[in-house]
């Protein structure tokens, strides 16, 4: 690992300017500031940055209004005067009739009338302190007056954390590289600088021959030390709240409502690699905010922890998508675009070709054609294997288009190509089986070729490799390193060519991740409209990306733009599940079904006629049924213990405000986070 933190020697392009300056701010960013503030342990999903942790007796008394608290505490305080008063008189007149008092001297009377006392203040204010619920007032009102006007008041657990003075930034690095410490000290840092630096400075801890290579580039860069390979420090337009330190993404309130944990109630929700790592589903129709408050935070938190040398970031989504600007972007990959500066490597993902063959010939395929899923993959690699063994690199669409359609010229090249290469007799099985199938009607190289057509159109000339040179490739195996890409699918002008590279970039994702031979690095993939790009096999890649460092945030307008075969398995697959307002019944039952039951206490009132009594109150009765028409009824209040859905289908349907979302939470260690209702416009 180098001291930029990457496992490689990517760069730049040559033809994207270099971002030297860190983005201009409102304000100044106070890095002492930023770093002293504290950041207390807490549940999975609460952002820690300034977090305050709940007092669990403060949010049950806050349940009770102040005025009923107050008026009962006062009543049974009056009451309890009375009672000692009185409980100790008739005490002590029990003790004479009995004779107790008899014979005792003055200190032993005086020692039995303290006991009596105390006896009898015991018994009344544990009686009347828990009707007047007393504690409660002493926690809500009188602890805090008292601790206003004690001078030396103890502080409290959560103040009590805070650094008493400002903390020093460059502290671990003024014995070994004092003078790196003393560039730091002049300069502008900001929190991606901060971040980026310190894993660098972590990289010397581990090895100690990088200290005077560390010290030389910090002296000579200061604050744009150990850059990323872009040289950007940072992201113009950033809009969302971050906390690189953490790695956190602050996406909204988690409201103070019943439904929702007390440890999570005003507090930040926060997405960060522990709970992106087993995946996140997010369902709602068009306009709910889905990419504005989920899609782009996430793409931007991921973009910037890239900068800063801690993940990299594959974001997917149609061109006009709301999912940054392209500067957010190292590479930024836009089929059908002549500006483009970059292509896509159909084969990029996998280090065996079989595999690579299978993994297109899943994403060539549409839903409706996936019973011949199986016969197509082996028909692409019947084709791509050879072609491999004989000019050692993968075809081109063309090239791909005309030996599946059976073209005589390309199978007498390629049966050329590889005699000379010495591979004929391995690969001979696989064409003379290829050619045999051409013609019949149940050919699967003819399907395949009639898809691969949607790919081989003028505006994709360049995209995607070939034998002629082009435009550089992307190829998913470079994930070991912070980069950060934009695919941009032509979805209005190539529908279906949209679909077909959606499904081929996230299943290449998913085959890429896991198999990364470094994975400190955390891979994360945004998915604007999942709705084409899912299949079976990514849907189980999805589990294994959970021990990879890996994770993906998915977005669907609806459950049912997706086979129904794969919607069950989808939700088991991820670990974080998230609903906006305005989901059809169908699709919150899934979710109100994967989030299960809790036992709730209810409440029923039964009101039966009153029959008890004998003439005189039957007589009664009558009368009062008479003049008023109402029958007198008698009412039994019962309360037990039942099992709800936390969420019903109908409340996700209809009951969630605008602006406000249902996630629930899971973390890769397995702590899970039951369904909170988040505000996500603030």
Not at 88 to 115: F, H, I, M, S
Not at 596 to 605: M, N, P, R, W
Request: charged share 20%; proline share 7%.
């Amino acid at each position: 690992m180098g001291l930029d933190g990457t496992q490689g020697k990517w760069t730049a392009p040559a033809d994207r300017a270099p971002v030297a300056l860190p983005q201009q701010r409102s304000q100044p960013f106070d890095l002492t500031a930023w770093i002293s503030e504290p950041r207390p342990e807490a549940a999975p999903g609460v952002y820690r940055h300034g977090y305050r942790p709940t007092d669990p007796d403060r949010a049950r008394d806050a349940r009770v209004p102040a005025g009923p608290l107050l008026l009962r505490a006062a009543l049974n305080l009056l009451v309890a005067w009375f009672a000692y008063v009185y409980g100790v008189e008739l005490v002590l007149r029990l003790a004479g009739l009995l004779g107790l008092l008899n014979g005792l001297d003055q200190t032993t009377a005086l020692v039995a009338l303290v006991a009596v006392n105390a006896a009898v203040v015991a018994a009344v204010v544990r009686l009347f302190g828990r009707m007047g619920r007393w504690p409660e007032v002493w926690r809500r009102y009188v602890a805090p007056l008292l601790a206003r006007t004690v001078t030396h008041e103890q502080p409290d657990p959560a103040e009590a954390a805070r650094p008493t003075g400002p903390t020093d930034p460059w502290q671990q690095l003024r014995h070994r590289a004092p003078v790196a410490a003393r560039r730091l000290d002049a300069e502008a840092v900001g929190d991606v600088d901060y971040v980026r630096i310190q894993r660098a400075w972590e990289a010397v801890l581990g090895d100690g021959e990088l200290l005077s290579a560390f010290t030389e580039e910090v002296a000579a860069r200061g604050a744009a030390a150990c850059a990323h390979p872009s040289e950007a420090r940072d992201l113009p337009g950033r809009g969302a709240v971050h906390d690189l330190l953490t790695r956190q993404l602050r996406l909204g309130t988690a409201q103070d409502v019943i439904k929702n944990p007390v440890a999570h109630r005003s507090a930040g929700l926060a997405l960060d690699p522990a709970v992106l790592g087993t995946s996140l589903l997010a369902v709602g129709p068009a306009g709910t905010g889905k990419t504005a408050r989920l899609a782009r935070p996430v793409a931007e938190a991921l973009c910037l922890q890239a900068l800063a040398g801690t993940a990299c970031a594959v974001v997917v989504g149609a061109a006009d998508a709301d999912l940054g600007p392209d500067e957010w972007y190292d590479v930024v990959i836009a089929p059908g675009d002549p500006a483009s500066a970059y292509g896509l490597d159909l084969f990029g993902a996998a280090g065996e070709v079989e595999e690579a063959a299978a993994r297109l010939a899943d994403a060539l395929l549409p839903d409706e054609l996936s019973a011949r899923a199986e016969n197509a993959r082996t028909a692409l690699q019947q084709i791509v294997g050879p072609f491999h063994a004989a000019y050692r690199r993968y075809p081109g669409v063309r090239e791909l288009r005309a030996l599946l359609g059976g073209d005589p010229d390309g199978f007498a090249a390629l049966e050329k190509a590889l005699r000379e290469a010495g591979q004929l007799d391995r690969h001979q099985s696989d064409l003379q089986h290829r050619m045999r199938q051409h013609g019949r009607a149940d050919d699967p190289g003819t399907l395949l070729a009639d898809r691969l057509a949607l790919l081989d159109r003028p505006a994709f000339a360049e995209c995607f490799p070939g034998p002629r040179p082009g435009k550089p490739a992307f190829a998913m195996r470079v994930l070991d390193h912070p980069l950060r890409v934009r695919v941009k699918l032509p979805e209005h002008s190539h529908p279906e060519a949209a679909r077909m590279l959606s499904r081929l970039v996230v299943a290449q994702f998913v085959q890429a991740a896991g198999v990364r031979r470094e994975q400190a690095l955390f891979a994360g993939l945004v998915v604007d409209d999942a709705s084409a790009a899912l299949d079976a096999h990514t849907v189980r890649g999805l589990q294994r990306m959970r021990t990879a460092n890996a994770g993906a945030v998915l977005l669907l307008r609806t459950l049912v733009d997706l086979p129904e075969a794969l919607r069950t398995p989808l939700f088991g697959a991820v670990g974080c599940r998230m609903a906006f307002p305005g989901i059809a019944p169908w699709d919150g039952k899934l979710f109100s079904e994967a989030w299960g039951t809790h036992l709730v206490a209810e409440t029923s009132v039964t009101h039966t006629p009153d029959t008890s009594g004998g003439l005189l109150r039957r007589s009664g009765r009558f009368v009062r049924k008479a003049l008023s028409g109402t029958a007198a009824q008698t009412q039994s209040v019962t309360t037990r213990d039942v099992e709800r859905h936390r969420w019903s289908p109908s409340e996700l349907a209809h009951a969630l405000p605008t602006g406000h979302a249902v996630i629930s939470l899971t973390t890769v260690a397995g702590e899970q986070v039951p369904p909170l209702l988040v505000d996500l416009r603030g």
